[in-house]
């Protein structure tokens, strides 16, 4: 039985026991349950799992010091799932803390396992949201990385702060403008179309593009912009056309 097969009364009582359990461990100095829970096969234990470390990280600060030195060492599991969970956790601490957890990014950013790097992905677009600066300011230096999958995984992290802010992650998409891997350039042009559809958003978006040397893939990216107005037109603030009037009348201008 999965986490929403069970009804929402007996949800919340095992959101209760997993989060009690988890802080016995941590009082206790034990990983039994930890493991239990970050290791299921249901992803929403698991993130119940994580959650419950975020809580007792900002409620418990005496036992924050012993919270990272168990996410430290689960981070070597052999298990990916329970990798994968400690990376969601440490992005939950990283949401206000992103110093005392930038370790656990550097390590699952290289992970053998995809579901531990998309948690990297995933980690960096919460943590990116609630503590822009550090977080953007660490993505950096992984834009020029030599690994093309280290590139487009931090291209895709960075999209979520950009949907509200895309002021903030413009200069950084920018520095990959030459990319010579499909599969970076493709991310990017996704991108691009991500945070232009929002209020305000295209205008920004626009400007910005004005400034790039790449024409070709500028001009992909228009396209895309131009789609996302319309299989999106349910959340676009304007209309597929109107976004199309607007970059004729503010491209190249």
């Known amino acids: 039985m999965t986490f929403y097969d069970l009804s929402k009364e007996e949800r919340l009582v095992l959101v209760e026991k997993i989060n009690q359990e988890i802080q016995n461990d941590l009082s206790s100095g034990k990983t039994e349950n930890i493991t239990a829970y970050f290791s299921d096969d249901d992803t929403y234990i698991r993130k119940t799992g994580y959650l419950a470390f975020g809580g007792i990280f900002y409620d418990k600060p005496e036992l924050q010091q012993h919270i990272l030195s168990t996410l430290k060492s689960l981070l070597k599991s052999d298990t990916d799932k329970v990798r994968q969970t400690v990376v969601n ?17 550097d390590v699952g950013l290289f992970d053998k396992h ?5 948690a990297v992905i995933g980690s960096v677009k919460k943590m990116g949201e609630r503590n822009s600066i ?18 487009r995984e931090i291209c895709h992290g960075i999209e979520l702060r950009g949907r509200t802010h895309p002021q903030d992650i413009l200069p950084l998409l920018k520095t990959l403008e030459f990319d010579e891997t499909k599969r970076v350039s493709d991310t990017l042009i ?9 209020k305000g958003c295209l205008k920004t978006v626009v400007a910005h593009l004005n400034t790039w040397k790449n024409k070709p893939l500028v001009e992909k990216a228009l396209d ?24 004729d009348g503010s491209y190249g201008r």
Request: charged share 25%.
């Open 190 to 198: 996704h991108v691009i179309g991500q945070i232009a559809y929002k």
């Open 89 to 105: 956790a440490a992005g939950e601490i990283g949401k206000f803390h992103f110093n005392k957890v930038q370790h656990f990014f």
């Open 134 to 151: 550090t977080v953007l300011a660490w993505a950096k230096t992984y834009l020029k990385h030599p690994d093309k999958e280290v590139r």
């Open 224 to 247: 895309e912009i131009i789609n996302v107005h319309n299989r999106y037109k349910k959340f676009a603030v304007l209309t597929q056309q109107e976004a199309i009037d607007y970059i």
């Open 114 to 118: 995809h579901s531990v790097r998309n």
